[in-house]
């Protein structure tokens, strides 16, 4: 029995995927390969749709067939949601900390395209660290 959580997934189920994932290559516009079936879309917003549409219905089959060591053996596992619960602990307390309440204005504004400059920092210290490089590397010559 096929239970029906309100969106057709039985019609989703028996659908045939009407569009094929492309295949980048360095000759050609990716963008052409999609069809939009929307007119109020533009390519780059169907190719945006696409990959999103290809997600949730990867996510509604794993739903209809998951993997249960004892009932269903041969389901769905899904590899495509991360849980953080390791350190569910130290996350809760700090999110709930009072400094976590007050926005900054440059979070209300387009950062630098290179990406913070405390990141590119820390993403530099911690790169010549742990892999070892025998200069320290410059946060100038990192994209975060």
Avoid at 86 to 101: H, P
Wanted: charged fraction near 30%; proline fraction near 6%.
């Amino acid at each position: 029995m096929l239970l029906n959580y309100g969106d057709g997934l039985e019609r989703e189920r028996s659908r045939k995927p009407d569009q094929k994932l492309p295949e980048f290559c360095a000759v050609g516009d990716p963008a052409a390969m999609f069809s939009s079936n929307s007119s109020y879309l533009s390519s780059r917003g169907g190719i945006i749709k696409w990959f999103w549409d290809s997600a949730e219905e990867g996510y509604r089959t794993y739903h209809m067939d998951e993997y249960d060591e004892d009932k269903n053996p041969s389901g769905i596992i899904n590899l495509g949601t991360s849980e953080n619960k390791l350190c569910f602990d130290l996350l809760s307390r700090r999110l709930s900390q009072s400094d976590m309440l007050r926005v900054e204005p440059s979070l209300l504004q387009y950062p630098d395209w290179r990406g913070h400059l405390f990141l590119r920092e820390e993403v530099a210290r911690f790169l010549s660290f742990y892999c070892k490089s025998p200069a320290p590397l410059k946060p100038e010559n990192r994209l975060s």
